[in-house]
């Protein structure tokens, strides 16, 4: 019972984790673009 339990909280956790990973590598991808487009105007 002890097991089951940590599987059911270990799951939405693991989905939260891999999201906000997700959402940083976006974030920097954005703003090293950001940055990139900056660049080339110059």
Do not use: C, H
Request: no cysteine.
């Amino acid at each position: 019972m002890g097991l089951k339990n940590q599987e059911k909280e270990k799951d939405p956790q693991l989905k939260g984790t891999l999201i906000s990973v997700f959402g940083i590598g976006i974030f920097i991808f954005l703003l090293w673009f950001g940055f990139y487009a900056f660049y080339l105007q110059r």
